[in-house]
């Protein structure tokens, strides 16, 4: 077994890139969302169109999921939008 010994700083940073992570997650979902109630589609219509779960993008608006590159790409399609579009508020 080996012994490990955690200073404050390595926990600090593991939590910083934690927090980040939220951030970048919670950051794409509110985009998802502002996008889906601009197009006027509900989460369930949404979600036939990608072929994903109506509580998969529930989540991923919340900012509780890291999606897929490839789920980004069925996002887009469903939303007719380029994919770079799902992450710039432009």
Known sequence: ???VTYSPWTLSQQQDKKNTMDDIKL???????KL???KGISQETLAFD?????T???SIERGKR???IENI???AK???VEIHELFTDK
């Not at 950051?27 to 969302?33: A, E, S, V, Y």
């Not at 990608?50 to 109506?54: E, M, N, T, V």
């Open 1 to 3: 077994m080996q012994n």
């Open 27 to 33: 950051i794409f979902g509110k985009r998802l969302r």
């Open 36 to 38: 889906r109630k601009t």
């Open 50 to 54: 990608a072929g994903l779960d109506r």
């Open 56 to 58: 998969y993008i529930s």
């Open 66 to 68: 890291n999606v897929s």
């Open 73 to 75: 790409a069925r996002l």
């Open 78 to 80: 469903a939303l007719e």
